[in-house]
């Protein structure tokens, strides 16, 4: 027995072992971890604490395990080597052995570098392994690290490990298992097994060493949560296999949770089957509720009873005494809560009874009311038979008196009653009346029930008095039609037959009447427009039927409250076959809503292609707004089966719904640009020898992707000057407005604000002028490129000694005459410029004095009438000398003059201002460097527009990259943040950087191809690429390099 | 050799702010190799050094000057006769530089041009890798001459932790775990078996954690 703990007496008992993990919270909340605890309580034998796992700064594992201890669930605490050195480890296991802690698991600890804290200081001290050794000897041998004795109570703490079969080299794994078992482990966890195959072959090794016999070891599992975290398990964790069937099963399955319970209990029940696997390490961190759950279907519920858990703070007498205190505590307050609950339920039987009594009077009393009730329904029963008596007598005797009546005074009575009745019928109305208000007061009728019972009843008995005439009349009588049918009055109907029969004068007031009464009727039914109806009509035929009038007016004000009263309800109603409008819009917004939302339906459909669901939408949107332009437009293109232009419907501005009415034509061809001829019948026009195209098949030819521009080069034939041509590049490609139709500007373009500078080198009409655009380069579809970029041949004032042969081949016969040499790239090769470089006077070099390099370069500018580039040898202080005595010689002629570096850019730039040249300002390879030398010179006086800038370059495969995205950065500063500063245009002197790689000097060779064309395509490449980062004058060497470059500018733009 | 690189310039342009006369002096040594310290990064320094200081619209000398070396005090003791001419001196070599010149000139007011960082080997041009911690207690040896100090992560002693996957280190993709390299070697020299030994828990005295560091060869000694 190492130290007595309940996991070792569980695994030294032959019992499957499973134990558990808890993670301390990130905060000093000790419920977090009361509460994992009591999770995990009695469903593992031991629970593992963590020490800030991932290297996240958590509570301690020692402060965490001593809350699980106290919650009687047994930790096992972690330790890493990361945190500590080797005198805080051995304070911290001294501490957490006197506080009961007995379990201890030496890890290394993951980096620093995964957690919260990434800059800290790792520490190291020891390894995992050592620290099993240390910790050993502390137990067994009694001894701190340095050899020192523990004198008294050693740690007792039984020991566990990590091992990873998982991890690389798979030999090794089991080995270094070995390790730390000799060093001192007594049980091992193992990382996550998801691939029970490696693990079985790791066991198996493992076995072969006979380690499952010196320790214990245990399988360590974890319920994926859901597949997002099976895929980064498998993805980030490092040491992690998780397996294709794994995401599969968690992919399948409908709960997820549940399949990732189920899959920890099958592997649970797989690696108990391996020889030598004494237990399960459930790991289910920040799911802990998931443990019971696992446990429970891997049937290892049935966990031993704990033995050797003793919280050390609070010792076991103080718990006896505790449990007991509580116990009576516990007991008192039962005691007192029956009690109380019996004087409760008395309290609540007195006053059940009590409510009884109260019910039971109450009840008889209602019997009483009930009665009397009864009784006076009774009289008021025998009242209205008493007053319908009377009606009906008064009905009688008014029938009587109308028999004998004219039909003048029946006339009369129709069409003013009141007035004009006689006496004796006024006598009826009267009794009717007074009846009628009994009636209303028996009924308990309100004024509204009432008028309307009242005219209903006045109709009626007018409607009894035409009758009556009409059955005076000569004719058969029917019952006017009536849509009356209260059930108080028969209903009279009368024949068509009669109206027509009828003379006019006697039907008209019977009509009025009537409609009087359907008017009456349908105001009582709250059907006003019907009664206004009715009413009018009324009037029509009898223009002064009071009855009509009031009835009339009495509906238009019903209507117009109504009306005002459900104006909102009206709104709705307008837009009907919508869904309801919310509450916070207005109807009349959602309508509009809706309208947008149909057209935008619409021209969805009109995309799609169908026409007849694009109808649809639009003739709903056009219900709603007939006039509404963009779906009647949408309507018509649907009509027309018309495509593609989408108007912007959410913006709702006209302008975009401008329809665009042609159909682009399918059958346009896709792209002409990808194929390029080479075309021979347009040479570039610089080309001052006719071409021979004498077309070698390039080797790589056949490997190049076939859409791109191939540019046929041919190796020089024969003596070499005649084979400079270079085929053009296709330019007949639609302009990019064709190509990107339909797809609105604002996507492909991105035009600048700023505008780089114009600067001029020469004189008269061979002066060119570089810069001046407000793009980027060869962006011509975003800004204004007026001048295109140029290219200039390079000079030197003495034989080169170092160019290759095949450089040098093309001026071998003015090679020892810079002005010859220059007037034969004047005429022979179309030079725009040249560069004449001083080389030659360079103090570290030849040294050649100022005034012979003046001399040699005077006569270069006097022999050509191109632009002219001064370049120094790069001493700032021999620079200024030579360029000064050279300017002092060439009077009017408009030469560019450089390097000005920071170093002499006063005595130079103030020469150039002098002359007004343009100068080269040379900075080594940094945005803001340039940006300060252009800002030096321009606090001189010399303007920007005079500017050139050099910020240094680099051949492809010496820099290329840096350089690019240097001039890369100039030139957006220069063109989207207006940093005028960075606005001159660059020079880029690449020809001498290129020729002194050592690629360009290498002879011909089978690897690496011809030493010319080599050469060649460096120079090209590396100018077209500064071109494209935003040079506008390359300096370059070779003829054919720069026939191919010109024809790439010639090509792009 | 010791591997630094330059401090970056706004860095040395406050370091710089208020000198008015300045000495950089570069390294022959292993700074130079390095393309950290030598000629021609003394130019460039002075260079953009100027071009900042008029950027902010200060006054500097600058002058250049590159020694041989400057751990050893024949090349540095001369800086002591220079020292009225400036108001500061910008070393470029590595700390040891700095250091020796501190010590040996007083009245030379020195600061670093570079950041010191590690001892390594040029793999490539542009390239250079840590090899080596200056540990003091070397176990090559053992490690088929691999370094598990330097070249560790977490310095282990014993074997590949659990990160190690693919022959990469788990803090990052681009760096190679060395125990399996050094497990690799071993393999190959059919000395695998001496990885089942356990290796002891190091004393870190020798490593610097026992004070600087000295060392002293008496048949030398003047």
Redesign the interface.
């Known amino acids: 027995m190492m130290a007595g703990s309940n996991l070792e007496n569980v695994l030294r008992s032959g019992t499957f072992a499973v134990t558990g993990e808890l993670g301390p919270p990130k905060s000093g909340d000790m419920e977090v971890v009361r509460k994992k605890a009591r999770i995990l309580k009695g469903h593992v034998d031991a629970v593992n604490i963590t020490d800030c796992q991932t290297a996240i700064v958590r509570m301690s594992s020692l402060t965490a395990g001593l809350i699980a201890l106290s919650e009687g669930v047994e930790p096992v605490m972690q330790m890493t080597?990361?945190d500590r050195n080797?005198i805080g480890m051995q304070a911290d296991i001294l501490g957490a052995s006197a506080l009961g802690i007995k379990n201890l698991l030496c890890l290394?600890?993951?980096?620093q570098?995964?957690g919260n804290h990434p800059q800290s200081k790792?520490v190291?001290?020891?390894?995992s392994?050592?620290l099993l050794?240390?910790v050993k000897g502390m137990r067994d041998d009694k001894k701190f690290?340095c050899g020192e004795d523990i004198k008294k109570a050693e740690p007792r703490l039984f020991l566990g490990c990590?091992?990873?079969p998982f991890?690389?080299?798979f030999e090794?794994r089991p080995?270094?298992l070995?390790?730390k078992v000799?060093?001192g482990a007594d049980f091992v966890q193992t990382?996550i097994i998801y691939n029970i195959e490696k693990f079985r072959k790791f066991m198996e090794i493992v076995r072969d060493l006979g380690l499952h016999e010196r320790c214990f070891i245990l399988a360590g599992v974890t319920p994926p949560k859901s597949l997002g975290m099976a895929r980064y398990m498998k993805k980030f964790v490092?040491?992690l296999d998780v397996t294709d069937e794994v995401i599969q099963r968690l992919s399948d399955a409908k709960d997820q949770k549940e399949e990732g319970i189920d899959i920890c209990v099958d592997i649970i029940n797989q690696v108990r089957e391996i020889p030598g696997v004494s237990g399960v390490h459930v790991m289910a961190i920040e799911w802990e509720e998931a443990v019971p759950e696992i446990v429970k279907r891997a049937g290892l519920s049935d966990r031993p009873e704990p033995t050797g858990i003793e919280p050390v703070l609070t010792s076991t007498g103080a718990i006896e005494e505790a449990v007991d205190k509580a116990r009576q505590e516990a007991k008192i307050e039962l005691e007192g809560q029956l009690k109380k609950a019996k004087a409760e339920a008395q309290a609540t039987r007195d006053l059940l009874a009590k409510e009884k009594e109260k019910v039971a009077s109450e009840i008889s009393g209602l019997k009483k009311q009930i009665e009397e009730a009864k009784n006076m329904v009774s009289r008021k029963e025998a009242e209205i038979r008493k007053l319908t008596e009377e009606l009906k007598k008064a009905k009688e005797s008014m029938d009587e008196s109308q028999a004998v009546k004219p039909t003048v005074q029946a006339k009369e009575a129709a069409v003013g009653v009141s007035p004009l009745l006689s006496a004796r019928e006024q006598q009826v109305l009267n009794s009717l009346n007074k009846g009628l208000a009994a009636l209303k007061e028996v009924l308990g009728l309100d004024d509204a029930q009432f008028e309307a019972m009242r005219r209903f009843l006045e109709a009626e008995f007018m409607l009894q008095l035409g009758t009556a005439v009409v059955q005076a009349g000569p004719l058969e009588t029917a019952k006017a039609e009536s849509e009356v049918s209260r059930p108080v009055v028969e209903t009279p109907t009368v024949e068509p037959a009669m109206e027509v029969s009828e003379d006019k004068r006697t039907e008209r007031p019977k009509e009025v009447v009537n409609l009087v009464a359907k008017g009456n009727v349908a105001l009582h039914n709250k059907d006003y427009p019907k009664a206004v109806e009715a009413f009018k009509k009324a009037l029509e035929i009898a223009s002064d039927d009071e009855k009509a009038k009031e009835g009339l007016e009495q509906a238009r004000e019903a209507l117009a409250k109504e009306k005002e009263a459900a104006d909102k309800a009206v709104k709705v109603k307008e837009v009907e076959g919508l869904p309801p409008c919310p509450e916070e819009l207005d109807p009349e917004e959602w309508k509009q809503k809706w309208i947008v939302r149909f057209t935008a339906r619409g021209n969805v459909a009109l995309m799609k292609g169908d026409y007849e669901a694009a109808k649809r939408e639009f003739q709903k949107a056009l219900e709603l707004d007939p006039d509404y332009e963009k779906a009647k437009d949408g309507l018509r293109r649907a009509e027309n089966q018309e495509d593609i232009f989408v108007p912007d419907v959410e913006l709702g501005q006209e302008a975009v719904a401008a329809p665009k009415a042609e159909k682009a034509p399918e059958s346009q061809k896709p792209e002409p640009a990808a194929e390029v001829k080479p075309e021979e019948e347009t040479p570039p026009e610089e080309e001052a020898v006719p071409a021979e195209e004498e077309k070698e098949e390039v080797a790589e030819k056949p490997a190049a992707p076939q859409p791109k521009p191939k540019v046929e080069i041919s190796a020089p034939a024969g003596e070499g000057v005649k084979d400079l041509s270079v085929a053009s590049l296709a330019k007949d490609e639609p302009p990019l407005e064709e190509r990107a139709k339909g797809i609105p500007e604002d996507v492909y373009k991105e035009p600048c604000t700023g505008v780089i500078q114009s600067v001029s080198i020469g004189d008269g009409d061979k002066a060119i002028t570089v810069g001046g655009e407000t793009a980027l380069p060869f962006h011509t579809f975003e800004g204004d490129i007026p001048n295109m970029p140029r290219t200039a041949y390079e000079v030197l004032d003495a034989p080169p000694e170092e160019w290759p042969e095949c450089l040098v081949r093309y001026y071998s016969d003015v090679i020892n005459d810079s002005a010859a040499w220059a007037k034969k790239c004047v005429s022979e090769f179309g030079a725009e410029a040249i560069c004449l470089s001083l080389d030659s006077t360079d103090p570290n070099g030849p040294n050649v004095s100022s005034a012979d390099a003046a001399q040699i370069a005077k006569k270069v500018i006097e022999a050509v009438d191109v632009p002219i580039i001064l370049w120094g040898c790069g001493n700032a202080e021999k620079d200024t000398e030579t360029l000064r005595e050279i300017t002092s010689l060439i009077e009017n002629r408009n030469v560019c003059i450089g390097p000005l570096?920071?170093?002499n850019y006063r005595t130079l730039g103030a020469t150039a201002m002098a002359f007004q040249y343009p100068v080269v300002a040379s900075?080594?390879i940094?945005v803001?460097?340039a940006k300060?030398?252009n800002?030096?010179l321009e606090n001189l006086g010399v303007h920007l527009d005079h500017i050139l800038m050099d910020p240094s370059i680099g051949a492809v495969g010496y820099g290329l990259e840096y350089t690019y995205s240097v001039m890369e950065r100039i030139r957006l500063a220069a063109l989207t943040q207006q940093d005028e500063k960075l606005s001159p245009p660059i020079v880029c002197n690449l020809g001498r950087e290129v020729w002194k790689a050592k690629e360009t000097r290498l002879p011909t060779d089978a690897e690496l191809g011809d030493q010319e064309r080599r050469g060649v395509l460096m120079e090209a490449i590396t100018a077209s690429t500064l071109l494209l980062a935003g040079g506008e004058l390359a300096i370059m060497r070779h003829p054919k390099a720069i026939n191919l470059t010109k024809v790439l500018i010639d090509g792009m733009l | 050799m010791i591997i630094a690189e330059r401090k970056p310039?706004k860095e040395l342009l406050e370091m710089v702010s208020d000198v008015k006369r300045l000495l950089i002096v570069g390294c022959r040594g292993c700074v130079a190799v390095c393309s950290a310290g030598g000629d021609k990064e003394v130019s460039?320094l002075a260079?953009?050094l100027?071009?900042?200081m008029?950027?902010a619209g200060k006054q500097i000398e600058i002058d250049e000057d590159t020694l041989v070396r400057q751990c050893d005090p024949e090349y540095i003791d001369p800086l002591n006769d220079r020292a009225s001419d400036y108001d500061a001196v910008l070393s470029m070599a590595c700390g040891v530089g700095v250091n020796f010149i501190a010590d040996r000139c007083p009245d030379v007011n020195v600061m670093p041009a570079l950041n010191t960082t590690f001892y390594g080997a040029n793999l490539s041009s542009g390239e250079w890798k840590e090899m080596c911690a200056g540990c003091g207690a070397c176990v090559l040896h053992l490690t088929g001459g691999l370094c598990p100090v330097a070249r560790c992560?977490?310095?282990?002693?014993?074997?590949?932790?659990?990160?190690?996957?693919?022959?990469r280190c788990?803090?990052?993709p681009d760096v190679d775990?060395i125990w399996?390299q050094i497990?690799?070697k071993l393999s190959s020299l059919n000395r695998k078996e001496e990885?089942?030994q356990?290796?002891?828990?190091?004393d870190?005295t020798t490593a610097g954690h026992g004070g600087p560091r000295r060392r002293i060869r008496e048949d030398l000694l003047p």
């Open positions: 080597c990361r080797r290394t600890g993951d980096h570098k995964f790792g190291f001290d020891m390894d392994i050592q050794q240390m690290q990590a091992a990873n991890a690389d080299p090794f080995v270094r070995a390790k000799e060093a990382q490092p040491g570096t920071d170093a900075t080594p940094d803001n460097l300060q030398l800002i030096l | 310039m460039i260079a953009a100027r071009l900042g008029k950027k992560a977490k310095s282990l002693s014993n074997g590949p932790c659990g990160g190690s996957q693919g022959g788990e803090i990052n775990c399996q497990y690799d990885l089942r356990i290796m002891p828990i190091r870190w």
